[in-house]
């Protein structure tokens, strides 16, 4: 039986002494520049939606509802086909995902995000020349395609290269990233919006960092760990020399890579059939679920999607809705920077816990503001100063999700894996993320026109249910290095019982 999921003792993990190189920052800042694909679209997306030269040209019956005098503000942009355009991305992502774990195996984690990349930039040009909703489907496909293959390569990659005490906060970067580009996007969209095709130029733009990811993956060389199982040991030695630099354990270190690939390779049975069917991956089969899952369930995901299109509900004009979707990013992007100096010092549990409850108080106070100024009928005008309390109360959820489930929905996936299922499980992880975004980005209109301001209650009641369970389930990785990592689950009250200590074979050690 391959031992993944067990571990040679339950003692205190090594200690591998790797400081924080030039090298290894260089690398995982270019690295961490993938999140820039998925961010900008997230923020291109919702403010593009409310263009009126855009919805005019592909989706005219927005406009035409939004013309009649009397109507429900929470069903403004209830549109399946304008919904479409944003969730249809994802889809092709999910799909995407699906096969990124073997083209990985296959060809390593630098390459892979060559492609992606290279499919995002292609995606970027088909949708800032569409000329009708079929081209702008296929652009946001390809977009979707680059989107997964980053998606699953980046935060691997990442975590593979930094030092463990480090891991944390560098691997929190993709994250980072990620929220620049939702603040990029916004502010694109603030800029453009006065432009008659404006559209095409925020639309299109999507290509800029894909350049960046693209050329800055050219000057990369892949993790030790994806070197060492496509059987290139000496290259993978070579790398670790020069991110680690001088006086790490870099021996000690690399033979605990070899020993983990070694263990890695003794079984047969594919890695999602592992996954799914040993009693010692239950606790990453488990978590490889929940924590895409919760992390779509915050809410932030579809709020910063349609964020101009929830401040147009809450009564704002069209200017005044996209700059209230560009404080919101730079609110989380500031959060997201706060926690790189915090993520490896106070743990993941604690952050989670404190995002969680700062959340659940953002989204019930949303829901109480909206009910009563709104209402249920969604024809009533909303004072000014309570709309300004919906922006900072947004704000206020956007910042206990960017120093909580923003970089530890990357972070813990990234590094709870042991080196067999890595990328299987990433895979899961992403592919889960995208397949439900794009169920929330499909319904959350649909669900706002339903269920009015009992929506942001909605996922209050899931933060709530998330952080029960991150407290239950989830122990702490701080500090803990990959190729140790079994022994958290060994010592954790309720994974212990799947998850069992080995000593450590004379064949897995040669």
Known sequence: ????????????????????????????????????????????????????????????????????????????????ALTAFTSSLYIAGLLASLVASRVTKAIGRQRVMLV?????????????????????????MLLGFGVGFTNQATPVFLSEMAPTQWRGSLTAGFQIFLALG??????????????????????????????IIFLGALFLTDTPSSLVMRGKADEARAALVRVRGAGADVDAEFQDILRAVAVARESEEGAFHRMATRREYRPHLVLAVAVPMFFQLTGV???????????????????????????????NLGALMLSTLVIDRYGRRVMFMVGGIQMI????????????????????????????????????????????????????PGEIFPVDIRSAGQAMNVSIGLGLTFVQTQSFLPMLCSFKYATFAYYAGWVAVMTVFIALFLPETKGVPLESMGTVWVKHWYWKRFVQPQAKSADALT
């Not at 990349?117 to 909703?133: D, E, K, P, R, V």
């Not at 949303?366 to 300004?388: E, H, L």
Request: hydrophobic share 55%.
């Open 116 to 140: 992606g990349g290279a499919l995002f930039f292609a995606g970027g040009a088909i949708t800032g020349a569409a000329m009708n909703i079929a081209m702008l489907i296929i652009g946001r």
């Open 1 to 80: 039986m391959a031992g993944g999921a067990f571990v040679a003792n339950d003692g205190p993990a090594p200690d591998y002494g790797g400081r924080l190189t030039l090298s290894v920052l260089m690398t995982c800042f270019v690295a961490a520049s993938g999140g820039l694909i998925f961010g900008y679209d997230i923020g291109i997306s919702g403010g593009v939606s409310q263009m009126e030269p855009f919805l005019r040209r592909f989706f005219p019956h927005v406009l035409e509802k939004m013309a009649v005098a009397k109507h429900n503000d929470y069903c403004l942009y209830d549109s399946q």
């Open 182 to 211: 939702v603040l990029i996007a916004n502010l694109t969209n603030y800029a453009t919006a006065r432009i008659s095709w404006g559209w095409r130029l925020s639309l299109g733009l999507a290509g800029a960092p894909a350049v």
């Open 361 to 412: 108080i953002a989204q019930v106070a949303m829901a109480w503001i909206m009910g009563a100024q709104v209402g249920k009928s969604g024809d009533a005008p909303m004072a000014r100063p309570y709309g300004v309390a919906i922006l900072v109360f947004t704000c206020m959820h956007a910042a206990g999700f960017g120093w909580s489930w923003g970089p530890l929905g990357w972070v813990v």
């Open 301 to 331: 995901i579809v709020l910063s999607f349609f964020a101009p299109l929830v401040f147009r509900t809450a009564g704002f004009g069209s200017n005044a809705a996209l700059m209230g979707a560009v404080i919101l990013g730079g609110v």
